[in-house]
C-alpha cells in the first residue's frame, strides 16, 4: 500500500500547475518524507514537510482511515496527502515571496502572491491579485497561470460578496479564462478557472461542469476543481453527489483556506434538500472560519429562518446589513439553480426576517 500511496502521490502533485516535483531531491526547495503503518483493516501515516533552503520541519499531519477497500483507501490516502503538502507549502512560498533578495524569478513570485491573496475574502486583496498579475501578463503575454488568475479575480463579486458580478469584470474574466486554456490546454486550474466562469457568471451549469471534469482528468486529486463541481452538481439538483464532493474535499484538510466556501456549498446542498437544520449548521461552520462574509450570512440567514430559529435570523440579518448598508433582495446575485423554486424559497427565508425588497 505504501508503494502505490507514494506513486498516487507523486502522480498528484506533478500534476497541479504551479508546482514542479523534481528527481533529485537535492535540487528541490521542499522535501516531502512519509509513512504508513496497516494493522488489520486500519491504516495510519504520517507526513513531514521539510524546507531545504532552512532545513527546517515546518509541517506535519497524520491521516488514519479504514481499508476496506484497497484502492478507494489509496486514492483517499493520497488525496489527503497531496492536498495537505501543497497548501501547506502555500503560505511558505507567499512568505519567501515577500522577502527582499528572493532568488526566485519576478514572474513566479509575483503570481505567488497573487495566488495565495486569491484564498482570502478580502475585496482589496483581490484587486492587489489582479494588479500583479496584469504585471506579469504585460511582461508575458502567453503565461497561463497568470491569466487564470487574472479570470478567477474578476469575479470576487460573488465568492465574498452577494451582488452579480459587473458585466466587465465578467466578460475580462471569461476572456482570460479562455485565454489560459488556450495557452496551456493540460492546466488543471485553467479549467478549474473557466468552470467558475461558467458557474457564477455565464450560468451554464453544463458548461462549468465539463471544465470542472477536465480539470479532474488532467488531475483527479485537484480540491479545487472537485468542490466546484461539487457546487455545479448541487445547483443542477444532485445535491447528494454535490454534498459528498465538496464534504470529500473539506474532509481532505482541516487546514484548507477555503474550506469556509465549501462549507457554504454544504449548506447550499442541503438548502436545496429542505434540510434546514442542516443547511444552517454549516453556514455556521463556514462563519466561524471567516466571519462576516456576505455570502455566508445570506446562507445562514435564510437556513435559520426556515429551521424557525428567528433569533438568529435576524441578528445574522443585521449583521449582513451591517457589512453591506442599502442591501435589497432585488440586489442579490441569484444563485444559479437550475430549480428556479429553490431561489424563491431562498430569499422568501431571507424576506421573512427583514432583509429589504
Same mark, same amino acid.
Given at each position: 500500500m505504501?508503494?502505490?500511496?507514494?506513486?498516487?502521490?507523486?502522480?498528484?502533485?506533478?500534476?497541479?500547475?504551479?508546482?514542479?516535483?523534481?528527481t533529485d531531491p537535492a535540487r528541490a526547495d521542499y522535501l516531502v518524507k512519509g509513512s504508513i503503518r496497516a494493522i488489520g483493516r486500519r491504516y495510519r501515516a504520517t507526513v513531514q514537510l521539510f524546507d531545504q533552503r532552512s532545513s527546517e520541519q515546518f509541517a506535519s499531519e497524520r491521516f488514519e482511515g479504514a481499508i476496506d477497500d484497497v484502492f478507494e483507501a489509496e486514492d483517499e490516502l493520497a488525496f489527503r496527502?497531496?492536498?495537505?503538502?501543497?497548501?501547506?507549502?502555500?503560505?511558505?512560498?507567499?512568505e519567501y515571496a515577500g522577502r527582499e533578495g528572493s532568488d526566485r524569478n519576478i514572474t513566479e513570485t509575483t503570481l505567488t502572491k497573487a495566488g495565495y491573496l486569491l484564498l482570502n475574502e478580502s475585496p482589496a486583496d483581490w484587486r492587489t491579485a489582479l494588479e500583479l498579475v496584469d504585471s506579469v501578463i504585460d511582461r508575458e503575454p502567453t503565461n497561463s497561470m497568470a491569466f487564470a488568475?487574472?479570470? !478567477?479575480? %474578476?469575479?470576487?463579486?460573488?465568492?465574498?460578496? !452577494?451582488?452579480?458580478?459587473?458585466?466587465?469584470?465578467? &466578460?475580462?474574466?471569461?476572456?482570460?479564462?479562455?485565454?489560459?486554456?488556450?495557452?496551456? &490546454? %493540460?492546466?488543471?486550474?485553467?479549467?478549474?478557472?473557466?468552470?467558475?466562469?461558467?458557474l457564477?457568471?455565464?450560468?451554464?451549469?453544463?458548461?462549468?461542469?465539463?471544465?470542472?471534469?477536465?480539470?479532474? &482528468?488532467?488531475?483527479?486529486?485537484?480540491p479545487f476543481a472537485m468542490a466546484v463541481l461539487g457546487l455545479t452538481l448541487i445547483c443542477q439538483d444532485d445535491a447528494e453527489e454535490g454534498i459528498r464532493l465538496c464534504t470529500k474535499v473539506v474532509e481532505a484538510n482541516p487546514r484548507l483556506p477555503t474550506n469556509r466556501r465549501f462549507m457554504r456549498s454544504i449548506a447550499y446542498g442541503h438548502f436545496?434538500?429542505?434540510?434546514?437544520?442542516?443547511?444552517?449548521?454549516?453556514?455556521?461552520?463556514?462563519?466561524?472560519?471567516a466571519e462576516n462574509v456576505p455570502p455566508t450570512l445570506l446562507a445562514l440567514a435564510?437556513?435559520?429562518? %426556515?429551521?424557525?430559529? %428567528?433569533?438568529?435570523?435576524?441578528?445574522?440579518?443585521?449583521?449582513?446589513?451591517? !457589512? &453591506?448598508?442599502?442591501?435589497?433582495?432585488?440586489?442579490?446575485?441569484?444563485?444559479?439553480?437550475?430549480?428556479?423554486?429553490?431561489?424563491?424559497?431562498?430569499?422568501d427565508g431571507l424576506r421573512k426576517v427583514g432583509l429589504p425588497e
Open positions: 505504501a508503494a502505490a500511496v507514494t506513486d498516487a502521490v507523486r502522480s498528484a502533485l506533478s500534476n497541479q500547475t504551479g508546482l514542479t516535483l523534481m496527502i497531496s492536498t495537505a503538502v501543497r497548501f501547506a507549502i502555500y503560505p511558505r512560498d507567499f488568475i487574472k479570470a !478567477v479575480a %474578476h469575479l470576487v463579486e460573488v465568492l465574498s460578496g !452577494v451582488r452579480p458580478v459587473p458585466p466587465q469584470d465578467g &466578460e475580462a474574466a471569461s476572456a482570460a479564462a479562455r485565454r489560459a486554456v488556450g495557452l496551456n &490546454e %493540460h492546466s488543471d486550474f485553467a479549467h478549474h478557472a473557466r468552470a467558475m466562469v461558467h457564477f457568471y455565464k450560468r451554464d451549469l453544463d458548461a462549468a461542469k465539463r471544465e470542472c471534469e477536465r480539470a479532474l &482528468e488532467l488531475n483527479p486529486y485537484y436545496v434538500q429542505a434540510r434546514y437544520v442542516d443547511a444552517m449548521h454549516w453556514a455556521q461552520r463556514s462563519d466561524q472560519l435564510t437556513a435559520a429562518s %426556515h429551521a424557525g430559529e %428567528h433569533e438568529l435570523a435576524t441578528s445574522t440579518v443585521d449583521r449582513l446589513l451591517a !457589512v &453591506e448598508p442599502g442591501l435589497t433582495i432585488a440586489a442579490l446575485w441569484r444563485l444559479p439553480f437550475r430549480n428556479e423554486t429553490h431561489w424563491l424559497r431562498f430569499v
